[in-house]
């Protein structure tokens, strides 16, 4: 039987707002589990609520046009701040204020400042340190040095370090340059050969002394700005210095330079977030709007289907201005889920609206039976999935997802809840007033349709083998469960760049959808393959202790470095690092007092003084190395630094894992810090968190979906039954995240605690339309024919729009976004599919065992 075998009430047909049934009557079921006729919807809430929508309905719509006018001024006047790249997630986690606090110790004076820096990479296939790109380098760093308004501080290049070599006394770029022109070919190399050795240039890493040759060579640039600088700021300064470079003859930005810094990073990761929403975004409003095309097949339908979806975006949006949180890459996948839920309380409503009118309701009838029945399962949906959004409060790297998300929850149950149908009143009554033309007006899944025959495949099964399945289902969820518990962890700068495959696409696109430039690309191969590490290639070991004051703190610190893990970079037998003891040497290299210093407080000849320390670091502070000396130790000699390469085929854990071992194992207060140590700090949180938040969601949907039904339906059964088919689609997106070999991100940690919300979504429907079919029926398997061929169609509308219209964020240029619009397309499909298979027959079995067991009174957590 289905909605439209069922005898319509007799009304007559409306012709005022006033002038209509006031009474919706259906059966439901007492405590003692016999039927009883009852009013629905006589809660004051719905009451008022439905008075309003039917009474009113254009007072309804003028006020959330006045609401939507003040969340746009919120959004114009609070909004516009963005925060795209690791920053957003790494600011305020321990291990950055630890990089902090010893960048305060070591970088007070450039931190005074402002100060930032760049690379400037130069190649050449036959040799970049021959001499006329020598004097290329020596010409450009003369030209960005005496620029007032680049305020360069410093600037250090391999020819720079070779002209040191050639003339000690040079220490200008024209100094330095005169010393280069004039050296012959035998001079030049003999420097260049002295200069690795004594300094180390920053060159490829095929370079040899004996070939004195290299493919590409960097050069360092630090830029003395002032303290509240914005990144703005810095990456003008950079583009202007790359600029400068490409005014020099032999080199081209284009062909054989390139220009990197931490603050162009920053603008080109903001870049990708604004080229994928260019592309992205029109794509998924086009394929939303075809489905919604097929689902409404109504012109007036669809257009207050996307007014509320753009409603529900202006007050997110404005929601965020006013609270004063910037947008985000981790905030970007919450208006996709936002779009998901409102596609799915849109079709709903309509769809369940068309089956009363198709069974001979008035429009306020209709409506009024409508949103009686679905107001409640609507506020269900949205309080779980509250729920499972808010458990994410709990971590503060994905704290702004959770009250972001939970509010645009809220906000989209307000417009569809109330907006919607008032809408859709409103403009019924004026259509039936007026010659506006009528369109497809009947609900999807019929059962005359094809949609219709398909949908009750679920009930089939629960009518033949039930227990079987059941027990299928839930073995291929646990096996699912087991098998995602092995995904893999990732974040990292890296993770934010698309391959060259998916930007080489993207640049085939027109004008103004074609990408901008991007040299993180090129830098990151120059990085990988000529200089063997990554973007962010050492840990570091902070050592703070005043036993850096005793005799044995310099040999401690060497012998640290003895025998390191293979994750680090290693000269012979030891950690190829940067610590205070290579500033000691270097110095006593080119100091003859100095060195004759060392040896007298070097008991054993090794070079690593043992005895009367302080003098050391005294005559070390008052020789020409003292500026690099304080970049390794403090002045009050109470603190020390030690950068140590990772070898580039490590792995980000392992080298973390190294750091922390050799922290831990000195015997000084020391800990492991810089970038990777933050990112891997980051990934921990990430794991733990959205283990917790799974955990956090859970415990509250069952609790509240088990209340909610004693109090509604007097059976707490209900909510166990709801949550069945959401557990297994939770497990098969696990199980899909590593069999996709999606790493689990800070960008995508929530989409487990969300999935339980976008599951509940789905099987909360169709339960709550089970038991008023049930109820009415008394038979389980006709009750699930209807349920799933009347509200199973708005499903299915709902899971398709979803799946098609924002699963296409899996062509973003962004990695971590595209993954998330994988698994939000995965986790709709699989919240549909669960509902509509697992459900009837989880139904069958509870009845089957209520019906062998007793009714309610013989099982009282029913």
């Not at 024209?174 to 030049?188: K, M, P, T, V």
């Not at 992205?280 to 007036?300: C, G, H, K, S």
């Not at 569809?416 to 999807?444: N, W």
């Not at 995965?826 to 009845?847: C, E, I, K, R």
Request: glycine share 8%; with cysteine.
């Amino acid at each position: 039987m289905t909605a439209q075998d069922r005898q319509p009430p007799e009304t007559a047909p409306e012709d005022s707002d006033t002038n209509r049934s006031s009474s919706v009557i259906s059966r439901v079921t007492n405590r003692d589990g016999g039927p009883d006729e009852t009013t629905r919807g006589d809660d004051p809430i719905t009451r008022r609520i439905n008075a309003l929508i039917t009474n009113r309905p254009w007072t309804v719509v003028l006020a959330f046009v006045v609401l939507t006018a003040l969340f746009l001024g919120g959004a114009m006047v609070g909004g516009g701040e963005q925060e795209a790249g690791t920053d957003q997630f790494t600011e305020g986690t321990a291990e950055a204020d630890a990089l902090e606090d010893m960048q305060e110790d070591f970088e007070r004076g450039e931190r005074a400042s402002g100060g930032t820096t760049a690379q400037l990479f130069v190649t050449d296939e036959h040799n970049v340190l021959s001499k006329p790109t020598l004097l290329r380098m020596l010409e450009f760093q003369d030209r960005i040095q005496t620029d007032d308004d680049l305020r360069v501080a410093s600037a250090t290049s391999p020819a720079s370090l070779i002209a040191m070599e050639l003339d000690p006394k040079a220490t200008t770029a024209e100094a330095q340059y005169r010393a280069i022109d004039r050296a012959s070919q035998r001079q030049l190399e003999a420097a260049i050969s002295t200069a690795d050795e004594t300094r180390g240039l920053p060159v490829s890493t095929d370079f040899t002394p004996e070939s004195a040759r290299a493919d590409v060579a960097q050069i360092a640039i630090t830029y003395e700005t002032p303290p509240m600088a914005q990144t703005d700021d810095y990456a003008d300064l950079q583009f202007e210095t790359q600029a400068i470079a490409d005014d020099i003859e032999g080199f081209d930005t284009d062909d054989n330079v390139v220009i990197f810094g931490d603050a162009i990073l920053e603008e080109e990761t903001l870049q990708l977030l604004g080229d994928t929403a260019i592309v992205v975004f029109p794509a998924a409003l086009l394929l939303i709007l075809f489905f919604l095309l097929v689902a409404y097949r109504d012109p007036i339908d669809l257009a207050l289907g996307l007014v509320a979806l753009a409603m529900t975006m202006i007050w997110t949006f404005g929601f965020m201005g006013i609270a004063g949180i910037p947008f985000s890459d981790a905030l970007i996948t919450v208006f996709p889920l936002l779009l998901a839920v409102g596609i799915d309380f849109g079709i709903h409503i309509i769809n369940r609206y068309r089956e009363e009118r198709t069974a001979g309701a008035s429009i306020g009838d209709a409506m009024e039976i409508t949103t009686t029945q679905l107001f409640v399962a609507l506020l269900i949906v949205t309080l779980t999935t509250v729920f499972s959004f808010a458990a994410n409060l709990l971590s503060e790297m994905t704290r702004d997802f959770g009250i972001v998300a939970a509010a645009g929850i809220l906000f989209t149950f307000l417009i569809f809840g109330v907006f919607l149908p008032a809408g859709k009143v409103g403009f019924d009554r004026l259509r039936e007033r007026t010659r506006i033309p009528s369109f497809g007006q009947t609900p999807l899944g019929n059962d005359q349709s094809l949609l219709g025959r398909v949908l009750p495949v679920g009930v089939y099964i629960a009518r033949a083998v039930p227990v079987v399945f059941l027990v299928v289902a839930l073995v291929v969820g646990a096996g699912s469960a087991a098998y995602g518990t092995g995904v893999e962890t990732e974040f990292d700068d890296e993770a934010f760049f698309p391959d060259e495959e998916r930007l080489e696409q993207y640049e085939t696109l027109p004008e103004p959808l074609a990408p901008g430039e991007y040299t993180f690309l090129t830098v990151l191969d120059y990085m990988e393959e000529d200089f063997e590490q990554g973007l962010d290639g050492s840990v570091t070991i902070y050592v703070d202790d005043p036993a850096l004051r005793s005799d044995g703190a310099l040999r401690e610190i060497n012998s640290s470095l003895q025998h390191p893990p293979e994750a680090f970079k290693t000269d012979g037998r030891q950690a190829d690092a940067d610590t205070i003891l290579d500033t000691i040497e270097t110095q006593a290299a080119a100091d003859p007092e100095f060195a004759a210093t060392i040896e007298r407080y070097d008991s054993t000849g090794d070079g690593i003084p043992d005895r009367n320390i302080d003098v050391v670091y005294d005559a070390l502070f008052d020789s020409a190395a003292a500026d690099e000396a304080a970049n390794r130790l403090t002045t009050d000699r109470s603190a020390t630094r030690i950068d140590i390469p990772v070898d580039v085929d490590a792995d980000q854990d392992e080298a973390v894992a190294a750091a922390r071992d050799v922290a831990d194992d000195m015997d000084m207060d020391a800990t492991a810090t810089g970038q990777l140590v933050i990112f891997q700090g980051v990934i921990e949180q990430t794991t733990e968190s959205s283990i917790t938040s799974l955990i956090v969601a859970f415990v509250l949907t069952v609790a509240f979906l088990v209340v909610s039904y004693w109090w509604l339906e007097g059976r707490a059964i209900y909510g166990l039954i709801n949550l069945v088919p959401v557990l297994v689609a939770v497990a098969l997106l696990a199980g899909s995240m590593r069999l996709f070999d999606i790493p689990l991100s800070p960008i995508n940690a929530p989409i487990l605690s969300v999935s339980i919300g976008l599951g509940v979504d789905y099987t909360v429907h169709l339960m709550h339309r089970f038991v008023d079919e049930f109820e009415a029926r008394d038979d389980t398997y006709e009750a699930l024919l209807v349920t799933v061929q009347g509200t199973g169609g708005a499903l299915t509308g709902s899971m398709l729009t979803t799946v098609c219209g924002l699963g296409v964020l899996y062509f973003a240029l962004i990695p971590l976004i595209m993954e998330f619009g994988l698994l939000l397309a995965l986790g709709v499909f699989y919240a549909w599919l669960t509902s509509l298979l697992v459900l009837p027959s989880t139904v069958v079995v509870w009845d089957r065992l209520e019906t062998r067991y007793g009714s309610s009174d013989r099982l009282p957590w029913t």
